[in-house]
T-cell receptor, first 111, second 115 residues
Framework: GQQVMQIPQYQHVQEGEDFTTYCNSS?????IQWYKQRPGGHPVFLIQ???SGEVKKQKRLTFQFGEAKKNSSLHITATQTTDVGTYFC???????????WGAGTKLIIKP | GAVVSQHPSWVICKSGTSVKIECRSL??????MFWYRQFPKQSLMLMAT?????????EQGVEKDKFLINHASLTLSTLTVTSAHPEDSSFYIC???????????FGPGTRLTVT
């Protein structure tokens, strides 16, 4: 069936290091959304990418949507403790009215 | 990886009728499932937390008599929207908590349109 693979499952970084999470879909997506879930919280919408090859930035966060609209990435520059949480991608396929969720990447800042 | 399904994926119903949405964890047992409501390009709004074998815990402002939740088994939770009205039209997403580290896995959502 349709899947969105998200890697890595966990990433430990020192504060100040960069972080990247990747999502790959088995099918072409109409758009992809990114969410952040803080420990004990619930997913907060970050951004939606729609266009092939699109790149969007939010301060230290850079989001990319692949040319084939099958993969996407989220890159955080110079991580801070406030970035801790699990980052989810979710692919939207218009024809099915469904979101296909990645399993999430948990960002952990090493003490 | 862990898979969560929802059924139906989309439904259109008339005002005043009831609609049942199923959430299933296909390859793991989930003692806890969450039900969310989402509007386009907005964050997921938690409606209730469903625990197997006990009553659901509803968030403030969510009517428990309108949104009936049943978590009858470790792999199935249902949300019934009773006497649906057009303002109930939304995208409903469930998630199931499971695995060694109690990870949260999301279903694909159900789009409800009430006419």
């Amino acid at each position: 069936g349709q899947q969105v693979m998200q890697i890595p499952q966990y990433q430990h970084v020192q504060e100040g290091e960069d972080f990247t999470t990747y999502c790959n879909s088995s099918t072409t997506l109409s758009n992809i959304q990114w969410y952040k879930q803080r420990p004990g919280g619930h997913p907060v919408f970050l951004i939606q990418l729609v266009k092939s090859g699109e790149v969007k930035k939010q301060k230290r966060l850079t989001f990319q949507f692949g040319e084939a609209k099958k993969n996407s990435s989220l890159h955080i520059t110079a991580t801070q403790t406030t970035d801790v949480g699990t980052y989810f991608c979710a692919g939207d396929q218009d024809s099915n009215y469904q979101l296909i969720w990645g399993a999430g990447t948990k960002l952990i800042i090493k003490p | 990886g862990a898979v969560v399904s929802q059924h139906p994926s989309w439904v259109i119903c008339k005002s005043g009728t009831s609609v049942k949405i199923e959430c299933r964890s296909l390859d793991f047992q989930a003692t806890t499932m969450f039900w969310y409501r989402q509007f386009p390009k907005q964050s997921l709004m938690l409606m209730a937390t469903s625990n197997e074998g006990s009553k659901a815990t509803y968030e403030q402002g969510v009517e428990k008599d309108k949104f009936l939740i049943n978590h009858a088994s470790l792999t199935l939770s249902t949300l019934t929207v009773t006497s649906a009205h057009p303002e109930d039209s939304s995208f409903y997403i469930c998630s199931a908590e499971g695995g060694e580290y109690y990870e949260q896995y999301f279903g694909p959502g159900t789009r409800l349109t009430v006419t």
